[in-house]
């Protein structure tokens, strides 16, 4: 026989999961004849608890979740720093897991962190992560989280974000206004937040100067190192070729720029490249890199904020799941004739 589990018991009893949930935790939400009937039917359906909602009875461990992509990635470093001064500053530890891009990694990274009994958990989602329903299920058993630069809206959790839109619409205006008309774009997985949001300034800024949207001009995927040299080699193929890359990270424009070199493509002269993040490195680049700058510090440090206030509200009364937006700024450097003004 299987174990019954929270949506059996709401099913025989004909209520909501998270009123089940409640009860089973003793929460001060529901009255005691609804906890009475919901113990007695949990009894007789045999209902065992799971590790997460043990994990999350008891008191604070004064110890919160950072979960990214990559720690190696320069901009989660940065984030990671900005989480660790906010939680620091108001008596917290960081517990910092990697998901290295996997979705069962980033699953297993919040079990890991739920066994760890951490008072909430700050997360951007892999870039394999469509399906939330791991987290939903966390958030039902009652962990706060806050979601930060790769989020879901299927998540109803307060969000800190970079302006993305804002950020590629002003790369990509940058570009047209230096006098590029076939403007490529790379970017990372259709279904991510920042992948959306960043594709869709750039064709605001190409509506807006009258430039048609040219699908061809768009590559998706996880575009590794091995994927971006393909990828740029279709697209210069195409008759008339882009004179332009805007790329959603630096990395990408890094890989770019490799591929470009190799196939003696001078830049900027005939090909512009836009990057967007601000790798530390990207000013000794040869050429240095144009990219829109995301404030990853501050970020992080907001994000951290949202969580901490949630978890020290007494009783955890909800707060608003409302996302809160960081400005952007661009850096112009050599790979876009940055003597033209911002």
């Known amino acids: 026989m299987e174990a019954a589990t929270l949506k059996d018991i709401a099913r025989e009893l004909n209520i909501s999961v998270s009123t089940v949930s409640r009860a089973l935790r003793d929460s001060y939400e529901i009255n005691a004849e609804t906890k009475r009937v919901v113990m007695e039917c949990a009894a007789r359906l045999h209902y065992r608890p799971n590790p997460i909602a043990l994990s999350l009875k008891g008191s604070s461990s004064k110890a919160i979740a950072a979960i990214v992509p990559e720690i190696a990635n320069y901009y989660f470093s940065q984030a990671i720093n900005g989480i660790d001064e906010a939680a620091n500053r108001r008596g917290y530890d960081v517990l910092i897991f990697q998901s290295h891009e996997a979705y069962e990694r980033e699953v297993a990274n919040l079990r890991q962190a739920v066994a760890r009994r951490v008072d909430g958990v700050l997360i951007s989602l892999s870039s394999q992560t469509s ?50 008309r076939r403007i490529a774009h790379l970017t990372i997985q259709p279904w991510l937040s920042i992948t959306q949001e960043r ?62 070199r190799q196939r003696r493509i001078s830049i900027p002269d ?73």
């Open 131 to 180: 399906d939330v329903s791991h987290l939903q299920e966390l958030q039902r058993q009652g962990m706060p989280i806050v979601q930060f630069d790769r989020v879901s809206a299927a998540l109803d959790t307060p969000c800190v974000v970079a302006d993305n839109f804002q950020g590629a619409f002003a790369a990509t205006e940058h570009l047209i206004q230096t006098g590029r």
């Open 199 to 260: 594709l869709a300034g750039y064709r605001a800024a190409l509506e807006q100067y009258g430039l048609p949207y040219d699908e061809n001009l768009v590559r998706f995927g996880t575009l590794g190192p091995d994927e971006v040299g393909p990828h740029v080699a279709e697209l210069l193929a195409l008759t008339p070729r882009p004179d332009a890359f805007f790329t959603a990270s630096d990395r990408l424009a890094l890989d770019c720029l490799a591929a470009l």
């Open 270 to 342: 005939e090909v512009a490249l836009m990057g967007f993040t601000n790798l530390n490195v990207a000013d000794m680049l040869s050429p240095s890199l144009s990219t829109v700058v995301q404030p990853a510090t501050e970020i992080g440090r907001q994000a951290a904020e949202r969580l901490l206030d949630i978890i020290e509200r007494k009783q955890r009364v909800a707060l608003p799941a409302t996302t809160t937006t960081v400005p952007t700024t661009m850096l112009l450097r050599e790979s876009t004739q940055a003597a033209v003004a911002a």
